[in-house]
């Protein structure tokens, strides 16, 4: 089975601090996916991935970036966290998705 | 704008009953569409996926009934079970090409089976 691991299950960052959350996946898969998951908005893709140092915008991607240095790495980064970002942040490798990493900014 | 419509945004079942949940999509381009579940706290995890090219398919409890003419699809839980409370997802995607694996979601359907 395609594993799909993010580094941190819960975070705690402050307004203005530079965040990344990491992402890993285990079956040499092409296609990544960054999304978030709100109440009532359900799931909005942030970011995309389709190769190494490629990366395309998705739906929502004002005030994040991505890195992908590694096929089996794709890194979500806030550039300057602020209090509306805070939301459960979901990792994709193809169709598997990672555990989540609930994010709260203060 | 909205391409994927799901329906109920929640539901309640009785032990043993059928829980019927509801999605219809816009994108004829889409190809590939899987339903997830996922639980409070985790992330979602694929369940049951169905492709055009069949009306049905079943795996288990879970069937997926899929209705190209009317762009419509659904997931039906046979003999539900009180495990089973969670919220369901409906996806499509592509299914080919650069965009192959980009899904586009309804906004769920939180299902709750009680005793």
């Known amino acids: 089975d395609v594993k799909v691991t993010q580094s941190s299950r819960y975070l705690v960052k402050r307004t203005g601090e530079k965040v990344f959350l990491e992402c890993v996946q285990d079956m040499d898969h092409e296609n990544m996916f960054w999304y978030r998951q709100d109440p009532g908005l359900g799931l909005r893709l942030i970011y995309f991935?389709?190769?190494?140092?490629?990366?395309e915008k998705g739906d929502i991607p004002e005030g994040y970036s991505v890195s992908r240095e590694k096929k089996e790495r794709f890194s979500l980064i806030l550039e300057s966290a602020s209090t509306n970002q805070t939301s459960m942040y979901l990792c994709?490798?193809?169709?598997?998705f990672g555990s989540g990493t609930r994010l709260t900014v203060v | 704008q909205q391409q994927v419509k799901q329906s109920p945004q929640s539901l309640i079942v009785q032990k043993g009953g059928i829980s019927i949940i509801n999605c219809a999509y816009e994108n004829t381009a889409f190809d590939y569409f899987p339903w997830y579940q996922q639980f409070p706290g985790k992330g979602p995890a694929l369940l049951i996926a169905i492709r055009p090219d069949v009306s049905e398919k079943k795996e288990g409890r879970f069937t997926i009934s899929f209705n190209k003419s009317a762009k419509q699809f659904s997931l039906h839980i046979m003999d539900s079970q009180p495990g089973d409370s969670a919220t369901y997802f409906c996806?499509?995607?592509?299914?080919?090409?650069?965009?192959?694996?980009?899904?586009?979601f309804g906004k769920g359907t939180k299902l709750s089976v009680i005793p």
């Open positions: 994709a490798s193809s169709f598997t």
């Open positions: 991935s389709y190769d190494v140092k490629m990366k």
């Open positions: 996806a499509a995607s592509p299914g080919s090409g650069a965009g192959s694996y980009q899904l586009t």
